[in-house]
């Protein structure tokens, strides 16, 4: 007997119904294409805490937590690698903007850094334009 029926193949269905089953209940999946056949399908899988709401960075930092551990979990490889996000200020006037990015972020825990001038932007990410004249870490 289901207990569950969850309409939609999607991260937020599959997550939902994983961990309604791993709570023990009995749970059924239903996608009117497969899984991933939308948007989950077509995302660019990044897994970003940097530039959130205050209000989501509790749901960003517990997804980071759960992805470091989540292919030994489901016994299937995710491929998620932790390599830090960049937000890139490629105009003068976005310099200000990263800049009070950073300082926000990080008065709310965020380990970000300000990398300042093309150099050290190019330190972490070499195959960026010349241009780019700041960066949050
Ligand atoms: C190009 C692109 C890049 C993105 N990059 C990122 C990223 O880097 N990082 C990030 O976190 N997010 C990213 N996103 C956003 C992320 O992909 C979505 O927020 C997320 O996938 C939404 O998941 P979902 O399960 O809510 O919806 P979906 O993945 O759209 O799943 C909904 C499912 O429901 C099914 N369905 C709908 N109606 C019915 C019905 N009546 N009967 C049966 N089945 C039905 C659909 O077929 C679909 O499979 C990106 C999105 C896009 C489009």
Redo the contacts with the bound molecule.
């Keep these: 007997m289901t207990d569950v029926a969850v ?7 599959a997550a939902s119904a994983y961990e309604m089953a791993k709570a023990g209940l009995d749970v059924i999946v ?4 497969g899984p ?13 805490q940097s530039g959130r709401h205050p209000a989501e960075l509790p749901l960003a930092r517990k997804a980071v937590e759960i992805w470091a551990t989540l292919s030994e979990e489901l016994g299937g490889e995710t491929h998620y690698r932790r390599g830090g996000n960049l937000r890139l200020a490629r105009t003068p006037e976005e310099v200000p903007v990263i800049e009070a990015l950073v300082k926000e972020q990080r008065a709310a825990g965020l380990d970000l850094t300000l990398l300042r001038g093309n150099a050290d932007v190019r330190a972490v990410a070499p195959s960026l334009s010349e241009r780019v004249l700041a960066a949050s870490h």
């Design positions: 309409i939609g193949a999607g991260i937020s269905g239903i996608d009117r294409f991933a056949a939308m948007a989950s399908g077509w995302t660019l899988a990044g897994v970003r």
